[in-house]
């Protein structure tokens, strides 16, 4: 069975961002899903070693590897981004 890009799978990974990194100040609804994670202009702003916690934590979640750092530059930069690719390694 394919797997979709879904609200819930967003809801799913802003939550995860939430945890892996401690957040308790922000609530997911908060976080924009097209912004920019590392820009300072969604509701949390990101940095490089919150990144490296990122794809570890997406890793041991979803069970696939970011192969390089274009990949990961490119699969971070907003919770939609994340989605779709966690979906397009997941149908692989």
Known sequence: MKMEVTDSLKLEI??????????TD???????????????KN???????DALE???AIQRTYGIRIADQAEARF???SVNSMADFIVSEKNK
């Open 75 to 77: 699969s971070l930069q």
């Open 54 to 56: 990122i794809i570890m």
């Open 43 to 49: 509701a949390i702003t990101l940095d490089s070693v």
């Open 14 to 23: 802003k939550n995860m961002i939430m945890t892996t990194l401690n957040i």
């Open 26 to 40: 922000v609530t997911p609804d908060m976080i924009d899903n097209e912004e920019p994670l590392f820009s300072g």
